[in-house]
């Protein structure tokens, strides 16, 4: 009705003026005056009406520019994680707690880790609709913590002082000796849980079961034998000596290795592991089913609306949270030319393009593959088959494109009746992506059987020396997934060593013949 009486009493304005302006007397002149005033009119309303335009453009302008971040920002992604529920209803997004549905794309982290990398967020409060709460405090897990693992390589340590419940509260706990970190309670937890990390020699880190099959010796990282795990987590920071706050310093740190598959031996195949220095990635599990804001006890004031600390939970145990993650330091700097300024890095200025090449290992869930025989012999002909190692991930950065391509597999060999032995990577998921100048990328996945997912990745240090990421798939109920370190297999380029020629004599031995008299 507002409209119809809006319509209609402008309708009469117009009418009123019509009928004013045939009503009104007149010669000539006052036609002319009128014409002139009429022209005058319409060029102030056209003034106007750009300088309107100007302002619209301009304040477009100024709101683009706020959003996008700027030479030298700090808006690079400090990493990214996915939650696979074990009959939780911790809510992932969908506005219902259900206990069967998991993550369907990752959750950006944004807020700038704390060096030692020891706490891990794992959930915020929500309302009945699946919404964030406003100015909720996130739930972390506190002491998430390698300090003294800084010579055992046998694949195995123990998170002491941390909370562990079965009803996944947190209220009581014991004094905290030694004073309070900056990531720290006035108390900590009173339990420990195992955690799964590099060991030295290993070859397979894949969920299949053990067999004749496996060339690797060492017990297979099954979901059986990870089972009441708390974590499986490699790279920085999990071989640590000293303060858990250092960052980075040579004497506070070991150089053991810390992830599989990132290094090269002299043959040129991938060994077993090398050292990542700024990306830490795998699973860590949380217990949050039916808990309750006030089953969690305050912690420290580290984020922007204040934390609390959430309790661990056992891989494989009902109402846990298995959190797959990425994080890292130090993240790849903002440049509007940041493609261009990696190809300088690797490959020279005068080079046209080039790529990068990442090489690392990924922590999988409903990933496995066997082998498969492209050539479609049986393999009754006496093909024998044998999984030498997994899971790699590799990848590559366009630098020209900036595409970017990468895939999950497994290592094996195929040894025919004539005993020649063929390698073969069996492939358990691709990605597909694009890098932003910020250094993230955001892409899709998909399953050996097709099934599709989303990707979600980061790279790390001034050159872009390392890479993290996830995929994750796009089903709840059948849900695959995985978390992945990789370091940069290109040197950095060095332009070849001028040539300076020899100096020519400035004298010569003289032909004079006049000299000889």
């Given amino acids: 009705m507002k409209n119809n009486k809006f319509i209609k009493f402008s309708l009469t304005v117009a009418c009123a003026a019509v009928l004013a302006a045939c009503g009104s007397s007149g010669g000539s002149g006052d036609d002319e005056a009128a014409k002139q005033q009429a022209a005058q009119q319409q060029a102030a309303a056209q003034q106007q009406a750009a300088a309107e335009a100007a302002a619209k453009a301009k304040a477009e302008a100024e709101a683009a520019a706020k959003t996008s971040p700027a030479v030298g920002s700090s808006t690079s992604d400090v990493g990214a994680k996915f939650v696979k529920k074990t009959q939780s209803n911790l809510n992932v997004g969908e506005g219902v707690e259900t206990n069967s549905k998991s993550s369907v794309s990752p959750t950006n982290m944004t807020v700038e880790l704390h060096p ?16 964030p709460v406003e100015n909720a405090k996130q739930a972390y897990l506190e ?22 419940t079965a009803d996944g509260s947190t ?6 000796n030694g004073g309070e970190a900056s990531t720290k309670t006035d108390t ?10 590099y060991e030295e020699g290993r070859l397979n880190y894949t969920r299949k079961a053990e ?14 034998r990870l089972a009441d795990s708390v974590a499986e987590v490699y790279g920085h920071r999990t071989f640590v000596a000293g303060d858990s706050e250092v960052r980075n310093e040579a004497n506070g740190e070991t150089g053991l290795a810390n992830a599989p598959f990132t290094a090269k031996d002299a043959a040129g195949k991938y060994t077993a592991g090398s050292e990542l220095t700024r990306v830490q990635y795998g699973r860590v599990t949380s217990k949050l089913h039916g808990v309750f804001e006030k089953d969690l006890k305050d912690g420290k004031d580290v984020a922007q609306y204040g934390t609390k600390v959430a309790s661990f939970g056992g891989y494989g145990e009902n109402g846990t949270e298995d959190n797959y993650f990425y994080r890292g330091v130090n993240n790849t700097p903002y440049s509007a030319t940041l493609a261009s300024d990696l190809k300088n890095i690797y490959f020279g200025s005068e080079a046209a393009a080039g790529k990068l090449h990442y090489q690392g290992h990924a922590v999988t869930y409903n990933l496995d593959k066997d082998y498969e025989d492209k050539s479609g012999l049986p393999n009754a002909l006496g093909a024998e088959y044998a999984l030498v190692s997994g899971t790699h991930v590799a990848a590559d950065i366009d630098l020209a494109s900036k595409n970017v391509t990468g ?5 094996w060999t195929e040894t025919n009746t004539q005993q020649q032995v063929k390698e073969h990577n069996v492939e358990l998921a691709n990605f597909t992506g694009t890098l932003a100048n910020n250094g993230s990328i955001s892409g899709s996945a998909t399953k050996h059987d097709g099934a599709q997912g989303v990707l979600k990745a980061s790279l790390y240090g001034a050159q872009a020396q390392e890479l993290g990421g996830v995929i994750a798939s796009n089903d709840t109920a059948n849900n695959w997934g995985a978390s992945f370190g990789a370091k940069v297999q290109n040197t950095p380029y060095v ?14 031995e003289s032909t004079d013949a006049n000299n000889a008299k």
Avoid: C, E
């Fill in 407 to 411: 895939n999950l597999y497994n290592r």
């Fill in 211 to 224: 067999g004749n099959n496996v060339v690797d010796t060492k017990a297979a990282r099954t979901d059986a």
């Fill in 143 to 164: 002491d998430f913590d390698f300090r003294g693992n800084t010579a055992n390589t046998t694949g195995m340590h123990t998170l002491n002082h941390i909370y562990k």
């Fill in 171 to 176: 209220t009581v706990g014991a004094a905290r």
């Fill in 116 to 131: 030692s990398l020891d706490t891990i967020v794992v959930a915020i409060p929500v309302d009945k609709d699946g919404n």
């Fill in 188 to 197: 900590k937890g009173t339990q420990s849980g195992l955690a799964y990390v």
């Fill in 495 to 508: 332009a070849p060593a001028v040539v300076t020629p020899a100096p020519v004599p400035a004298w010569g």
